[in-house]
């Protein structure tokens, strides 16, 4: 696959990356608050919550690649699997950085910092697919990263440790219960 080609992955993967996310903010509340649900989808306002919008599409989106064009690129996962990592952290870097400069959280920032989130994820995991040359050693600790990532997204809502991060800021209530 072409560098043009990989790029209009990575670039489709924003979109859904965007959309899917946007669904997924509304999902919990849309279901009746089914707690399977709260696995995807945003329970409440607090920052992990907003998290999870970004990971799980982002790693939906990464499976529907793997057979496209994944299995032939040998550093497919880790490419994925930093640009998945890179989206919460941007977002939560952006989030407590313009928050403490601005006072307070604005609605339009907080949606574009998602939408720059995925981007940024996308462009990041686009720049690793191109590189000639990767140390295969990277690639177990990769998986392991993807793995803790799944495992954290999955848990955290239904056993959220009492940290500003799982806050919910207008009811100061944690995860689903």
């Keep these: 696959m072409n560098r043009k080609q990989i790029f209009a992955w990575e670039i489709a993967g924003f979109v859904f990356i965007?959309?899917?996310?946007?669904?997924?903010?509304?999902?919990?509340?849309?279901?009746?608050?089914?707690?399977?649900?709260?696995?995807?989808?945003?329970?409440?306002?607090s920052v992990w919550e907003h998290l999870k919008l970004a990971f799980?599409?982002?790693?939906?989106?990464?499976?529907i690649e793997w057979p496209f064009f994944g299995r032939r690129a040998k550093k497919f996962w880790v490419a994925k699997t930093v640009g998945i990592f890179v989206m919460?952290?941007?977002i939560v870097s952006g989030f407590y950085g313009y928050t403490a400069l601005a006072g307070g959280h604005i609605l339009w920032a907080d949606i574009f910092l998602f939408m720059l989130a995925a981007f940024a994820g996308q462009m990041v995991s686009f720049g690793l697919l191109?590189?000639?040359?990767?140390?295969?050693?990277?690639k177990l600790p990769a998986l392991i990263l993807l793995a803790l990532?799944?495992?954290a997204f999955s848990l955290l809502t239904f056993f959220p440790p009492h940290s500003p991060l799982f806050c919910d800021p207008r009811t100061g209530q944690y995860g689903i219960f």
């Design 149 to 151: 990532m799944v495992a």
């Design 88 to 90: 919460p952290a941007v």
């Design 130 to 138: 191109l590189r000639r040359t990767f140390p295969s050693s990277i």
């Design 56 to 63: 799980w599409p982002a790693l939906l989106y990464a499976l």
């Design 18 to 45: 965007s959309l899917s996310g946007s669904l997924l903010h509304f999902a919990f509340e849309f279901l009746g608050e089914w707690p399977p649900a709260a696995l995807i989808a945003a329970v409440n306002e």
